[in-house]
């Protein structure tokens, strides 16, 4: 049973809009939430966490928002460009301590479109 | 900055045969983790690693072992492939094993046992 969902395989957005990537998860024990990109052939990359004690964690133009009553959290990317056209993961850490065994969602496939 | 390297990029393998999966940092971090993922599918954790000599098993280690005689390196060994083990395996390494540090990946190695 997947314990982190990112139920929309895939989005496609024109330059300059707003990206919305969202995940939902079902252990309300988890305390940390990131979010990795992925470009064809090579591995992820972190993009932006956030606590489970924040609703809100922003880095330029990636926002993370968190609601917690409703295990859902969203990755706005405003402005959107093309090379954010990547997969998306969304991942989360339940409190095992130090050693990130993190739950990873399937991925999002953004394109975005010039 | 090489950051983490794996090798082989890619390699086909027949029933039975055995492989290394070799993957080395250059960013001396404590933490390593060997990941698999499969088509469509996120990331599972096989084996981490906290430091040179401690290795320990994650979510799906079965077919797997590891070792970690150095902080640089940690190889994966695969002793008797099985098609179940076609998959992308991606090796991370992260200065600390606290979910908000950043892990860095390598770009992968694509294994296809037939």
């Known amino acids: 049973d997947q314990q982190v969902k990112q139920n929309s395989p895939s989005l496609s957005v024109q330059e300059g809009r707003i990206s919305i990537l969202n995940c939902d998860y079902t252990n309300s024990m988890f305390d940390y939430f990131l979010w990795y990109k992925k470009y064809p052939a090579e591995g992820p990359t972190f993009l932006i966490s956030i606590s489970s004690i924040k609703d809100k964690n922003e880095d330029g133009r990636f926002t993370v928002f968190l609601n917690k009553s409703a295990k859902h959290l969203s990755l706005h990317i405003v402005p959107s460009q093309p090379g954010d056209s990547a997969v998306y993961f969304c991942?989360?850490?339940?409190?095992?301590?130090?050693?990130?065994?993190?739950?990873w969602g399937l991925g999002t496939s953004l394109a975005v479109n010039p | 900055n090489a950051g983490v390297t794996q090798t082989p990029k890619f390699r086909i393998l027949k029933i039975g045969q055995s492989m290394t999966l070799q993957c080395t940092q250059d960013?001396?971090?404590?933490?390593m983790y060997w990941y698999r993922q499969d088509p469509g599918m996120g990331l599972k954790l096989i084996y981490y690693?906290?430091?040179?000599?401690?290795?320990d098993k994650g979510e799906v280690p079965n077919g797997y072992n590891v070792s970690r005689s150095t902080t640089e390196d940690f190889p994966l060994r695969l002793e008797l492939a099985a098609p179940s083990q076609t998959s992308v395996y991606f090796c991370?390494?992260?200065?600390?094993?606290?979910?908000?540090?950043?892990?860095?990946f390598g770009q992968g190695t694509r294994l296809t046992v037939v």
């Open positions: 690693s906290v430091g040179a000599g401690i290795t």
């Open positions: 991370a390494s992260s200065f600390t094993g606290h979910p908000n540090t950043e892990a860095f």
């Open positions: 960013m001396n971090h404590n933490y």
């Open positions: 991942a989360a850490s339940p409190p095992t301590g130090n050693n990130r065994k993190l739950i």
